[in-house]
């Protein structure tokens, strides 16, 4: 067996990403997130409007779960922490560049206490700390 796929990791492994490793990943990150949330949306609006006595509800429960499962794990693949729905973290080894859907670019960081109350503009973190995962 080959170890073409190790760089891939496991659920428990995320990886430690340099800014530049981040933005490169991150169009992929996006595309599977929107097309998940696009996926997701008419079930979302369907479980609203549905009444807890409707016999359909547990099925599309369960596709909604299938999906949000689906795309936990394929962003768990490429090494990123998942926080919430649509909201994942690049860790950079001293804190996390952080993202939530429909942002359209990596563009806030925060460290690993804060929290996504804590984050701030990434352009900010690096005038002020210069972090090592900027220069890679």
Not at 104 to 115: A, I, K, P
Request: glycine fraction near 8%; charged fraction near 25%; hydrophobic fraction near 35%.
């Amino acid at each position: 067996m080959s170890d073409s796929h190790t760089q891939i990791g496991s659920c428990n492994s995320p990886r430690v990403f340099s800014l530049s490793e981040a933005q490169s990943l991150f169009p992929m990150v996006r595309k599977l997130t929107e097309s998940a949330h696009a996926e997701l949306e008419p079930l979302r609006l369907k479980l609203e409007s549905m009444l807890p006595t409707n016999p359909a509800l547990p099925r599309v429960e369960a596709e909604y779960e299938t999906i949000v499962k689906r795309w936990v794990g394929k962003m768990e693949r490429l090494g990123l922490v998942v926080k919430g729905l649509w909201l994942v973290d690049f860790d950079t080894g001293d804190g996390y560049l952080c993202w939530k859907f429909p942002e359209l670019r990596l563009g806030h960081y925060h460290g690993y206490d804060d929290g996504f109350d804590g984050r701030r503009p990434v352009g900010e973190v690096i005038d002020e700390l210069d972090p090592d995962w900027a220069h890679h």
